[in-house]
């Protein structure tokens, strides 16, 4: 059986009718003509054997087929870009870029030495670090614009093809100001007060509220509220060191220098132990550049962890 494979071009305006969900909106972004673009659409259609679109009289979407391809044309362009980029740095005898994702925690601690042995190492590559919630960059690590994921690793942010290293583990807590009446007794605290005060989140964490809500209903208690959520990881500090806000976070946030002036506050048992480490693309530790940094992370998240132990 003959299998034509679709060009780039094909790909690269499927992506974009699909993104404009319209013919008309799409061929306008791509400059090209309404009827040369529906042709190329039925084209990719009749190469795949499926419809890719269904049409109605406000645009179009995408069939549970066109979604799928969708998924995969994007990574396709991803590659590629990724590709003649790695060509044009060994013709021009650049240095590479290596592109990571870290949460903010992680960011602010292991991050600086991190970037400072990999440079000492590798003076002729470079690091691009982007931050963000654990479920962004796992999509982000899935659809190629990151190399390497580190930071917490669940079934969640490991994606079909990838490899989990994990490297240590750790523990979300109850964080207060250290004058906070919940610190101030330094005795262990009954969980039903803790849903008495208001709480701050870092970015929507609807898992993570999860996990602490069904600790204090256990409990007997009533679940937390959680009265503000805001991307910045400083500001949800700020307002927990300096009033009556907690926060649920690692137990690194505490024992990190952007955590001073918070406490622990103590309680009975544990709420929630997680693991930290590496995801990476199967192959990827094979290049000596990237098994190199991912062994200058691990062993810098080791001295941290044993630094705060």
């Not at 071009?9 to 699909?18: M, P």
């Not at 592109?99 to 991050?111: A, F, N």
């Not at 991190?114 to 190492?121: I, V």
């Not at 990190?256 to 622990?264: C, E, Q, R, S, V």
Request: positive net charge; charged residues 25%.
């Amino acid at each position: 059986m003959r299998f034509e494979v679709p060009n780039l071009t094909l790909l690269r305006q499927f992506v974009v009718a699909a993104e404009e969900g319209g013919i008309s909106k799409a061929a306008t972004r791509l400059r090209i003509s309404q009827p040369a673009l529906s042709k190329n659409i039925r084209k990719l259609e009749e190469l795949l054997g499926t419809p890719l679109f269904e049409r109605h009289s406000k645009g179009t979407t995408l069939t549970k087929a066109g979604r799928i391809f969708h998924e995969r044309a994007q990574v396709i362009g991803l590659e590629y870009q990724h590709a003649l980029q790695d060509v044009r740095n060994v013709l021009s005898e650049q240095a590479s870029t290596i592109r990571i994702g870290v949460g903010p925690i992680w960011s602010s601690t292991i991050l600086p030495h991190m970037a400072q042995r990999f440079h000492d190492t590798f003076p002729q590559h470079r690091l691009q670090v982007l931050t963000g919630a654990a479920d962004d960059l796992a999509e982000w690590l899935r659809i190629g614009r990151i190399d390497i994921f580190a930071g917490v690793t669940t079934h969640r942010t490991t994606p079909p093809g990838f490899v989990v290293r994990k490297l240590a583990r750790s523990e979300m807590v109850v964080l207060a100001a250290q004058d906070h009446p919940l610190i101030a007794g330094g005795t262990d605290i009954d969980p039903k007060r803790i849903a008495t005060y208001p709480f701050v989140a870092f970015v929507p964490a609807q898992e993570v509220i999860a996990v602490l809500t069904r600790y204090l209903k256990s409990r007997g208690a009533e679940p937390p509220k959680f009265m503000l959520e805001t991307s910045s990881i400083y500001a949800c500090v700020e307002l927990v060191r300096s009033g009556r806000f907690l926060i649920y976070e690692t137990r690194m946030l505490a024992e990190n220098p952007i955590g001073d002036g918070l406490g622990i506050v103590r309680l009975p048992d544990h709420v929630h132990e997680f693991d930290l480490g590496i995801i990476h693309r199967e192959g990827l530790d094979r290049m000596p550049v990237y098994r190199g940094l991912m062994r200058i992370m691990a062993e810098e998240l080791g001295a941290t962890m044993k630094d705060w132990s």
